[in-house]
């Protein structure tokens, strides 16, 4: 333990359980979830995507609701309504908010519908049918739809789906995400076919800006520019970040002059985070204005709010925040809180009649629900997970390491379950340390689900640690780009000085400590087994364990280069040092790895490596292998899967401490 830290609690989010007969019937009622939602322009109706947090094998489709004035809801009776598959997704607003259109997958197929309906609710019609995956559809002037739309795709679309089989000749061709507009129940694409775009904003003069980039879109978002696509099919690269930024999230300004985006360094597109950009169109060769130079939070989205206000949300460690942005001038905050508000990502959706704006709120502490108002003055729209009461207690803690400060989420299970695990002697309970993956991502206060892992381990009596390590989005660019040319280095000593801190701030088991995570919290599983014995057991979810190879199996354009400081073909041997696989001999902790077969980001052969290493060398160990999943697993049964031998991975190296 580090002597020089310091620690500070903050205070409890809310109360655990209370009463047991709450505790019964909440677990009786399924958790209510809402995908996403967004109010239309003149506020009068709310849409949103909705579904019930049931057992796998009663997993409901989702439903598209739409709520008006009075309270009057009406649920859209889908063409493919019980069919599993049959799910609705992106919905958005005519500009008189009279019509809302969604995409809809066709079930067992790779198809999608786009399909449109009366804000009075009725039967949806079928503008057009698409022989493959379509994304983020919006209406633009004039009422036309715009979509992105991928002719002859191999897979669904994104790093994290599963990859098509590798055959024939490799590196020839590949799937390319186009803007399209519909035209006479059909697609017209506008952007050109070598280019593949991931996000996209309507002009008013019906022309489009977008981030894209060239070849593989699975590997290419690293380089992706801002481009702008003219009416009369021009192309025009608006601006090219240098290496250490990425673009997100571009948003027109209402006369067209101006796109505001998000840029900085960002480890995986939708991942979303960094300083707020206000690019001026209308002054050639001018460099974007940073809005939020030197702020200690960052930004996680921004959009266009009556007029010319550029409105973004933030999030400062563990707090969300409001607030507007302007050249020259600090944000200027209209809420914050400990909480999480989505509209679908870490966003609002916003309009500019009296209600403002609609999201979905929740925390560890309060289940999601949908609101709308003013920013900052939201009243409920549903309660429709009232009764719904938290596993437990969580609280934000924040701790000293290497000069900077850190924060994390310590969740403590309900007294009945904690009190029970609280061995003789042992001095505390159990904790898991859970690592987000990213690195450039967050550990947010969100409302356990009915069936999460989080929920099952508070269940079993443990402690639940959630470091936002260096790296990690809530403490402004630099530290988010903290891991460049450090990776296992500041950040795995942030996570390890984190567990010091909530051992410091609760009656923690020392000789029970489990680490765990997916992505590069699986990376980060395999390195703390290398580097200390500390942990009981580990569980690598899609790990990395040699970042040389990998380089051969997913590469990740210009990203490695500035993460390890050059190419791996000049210098190998910053990807080797931060390999756990290089640092095998001497692991005793027992570690269980999962991943899905077609992993496009963290390729099957990382962790078939990491395990074969841990059986040469008799370290305890479990492989399990899912047919035909990607990164993130998709399939229910899967994930109860892992869930479940994850759990019991743990119990049984956390029962086996002799004392």
Request: net charge negative; aromatic share 8%; hydrophobic share 40%.
């Amino acid at each position: 333990m580090n002597d020089g830290m310091r620690c500070s609690i903050a205070p409890a989010v809310l109360a655990a359980f209370t009463v047991a007969a709450q505790a019964h019937a909440a677990a009786a009622a399924p958790l209510h979830l809402f995908r996403s939602v967004v109010i239309a322009p003149d506020g009068r109706h709310v849409a949103s995507i909705e579904t019930d947090d049931l057992p796998a094998e009663t997993q409901p489709p989702a439903r598209l609701l739409i709520r008006g004035p009075g309270g009057a809801t009406s649920s859209i009776d889908l063409p493919c309504a019980g069919r599993p598959g049959c799910v609705p997704s992106s919905p958005t607003w005519s500009a008189d908010g009279q019509t809302v259109a969604f995409l809809l997958d066709e079930p067992d197929g790779i198809g999608t519908d786009i399909e449109t309906v009366a804000a009075t609710g009725g039967t949806p019609q079928r503008a057009l049918a698409f022989p493959g995956p379509l994304d983020s559809l919006r209406y633009g002037p004039g009422g036309q739809l715009a979509v992105l739309a991928t002719a002859n795709a191999h897979k669904r679309v994104g790093a994290t789906q599963a990859a098509a089989a590798l055959q024939g000749e490799i590196g020839v061709s590949f799937d390319e995400q186009r803007i399209a507009v519909v035209d006479h129940a059909a697609l017209r694409f506008i952007s050109p076919a070598d280019l593949y775009v991931y996000e996209y904003d309507w002009r008013p003069d019906g022309g489009f800006v977008a981030t894209a980039a060239h070849g593989n879109g699975d590997s290419n978002w690293w380089v992706a520019r801002l481009y702008g696509f003219e009416p009369s099919g021009a192309v025009r690269t608006l601006f090219t970040p240098g290496p250490r930024e990425q673009l997100a999230a571009p948003v027109v300004s209402p006369d067209g002059g101006s796109v505001g985006f998000i840029g900085g360094w960002m480890s995986d597109f939708g991942s979303t985070g960094g300083d707020a950009f206000l690019l001026h169109l209308k002054a050639p060769g001018a460099a974007p204005v940073d809005l939020t130079p030197g702020l200690h939070a960052t930004v996680t989205s921004i959009d266009w709010h009556c007029g010319n206000a550029l409105t973004a949300t933030t999030l400062a460690a563990g707090t969300s925040a409001v607030a507007t942005l302007a050249e020259g001038a600090a944000p200027h905050v209209l809420w914050s809180g400990e909480r999480m508000l989505s509209a679908g990502g870490w966003n609002l959706s916003l309009s500019c009649s009296r209600l403002g704006s609609a999201a979905i709120s929740q925390s560890f502490a309060d289940p999601p629900e949908l609101v709308a108002g003013p920013i900052g003055a939201w009243r409920p729209l549903t309660h429709a997970n009232a009764g719904q009461v938290a596993p437990g207690v969580a609280r934000s803690i924040t701790w000293r390491n290497d000069g900077l400060d850190v924060q994390g989420w310590l969740i403590e299970p309900a007294r009945a379950q904690g009190a029970r695990m609280m061995r003789a002697g042992s001095g505390g309970r159990p904790m898991i340390v859970d690592v987000h993956g990213g690195p450039q991502a967050a550990a947010t206060p969100a409302f356990p689900s009915s069936r999460g892992v989080l929920r099952g381990w508070l269940a079993q009596g443990w402690d639940v640690f959630e470091p936002n390590y260096r790296g990690s989005f809530g403490q402004g660019e630099a530290f988010a780009a903290g891991s460049i040319r450090d990776i296992g280095g500041g950040d795995w000593r942030d996570v390890l000085s984190g567990v010091d801190a909530a051992e410091r701030a609760a009656p923690i088991d020392d000789a029970r400590l489990g680490i765990t995570g997916g992505s590069y919290g699986g990376y980060m599983t395999m390195w703390a087994v290398t580097k200390t014995h500390r942990f009981r057991a580990g569980v690598a979810d899609a790990g990395v364990s040699d970042w040389l190879s990998i380089e051969g199996e997913a590469p990740q354009a210009g990203s490695d280069d500035v993460t390890f400081g050059g190419s791996v073909y000049d210098n190998p041997k910053p990807y080797l040092d931060a390999s756990p696989i290089m640092h095998m001999r001497g692991v005793t902790t027992p570690v269980l790895v999962a991943v899905g077969e077609r992993d496009v980001e963290c390729p099957m052969p990382q962790s078939q490596e990491f395990f074969t290493a841990l059986r040469a060398l008799d370290v305890p160990a479990s492989f399990i292998v899912y047919p035909g999943e990607g990164h993130a697993l998709v399939r229910e049964s899967d994930r109860e899967d892992l869930k479940r031998r994850g759990t019991a991975w743990f119990r049984r190296w956390f029962e086996s401490v002799q004392r």
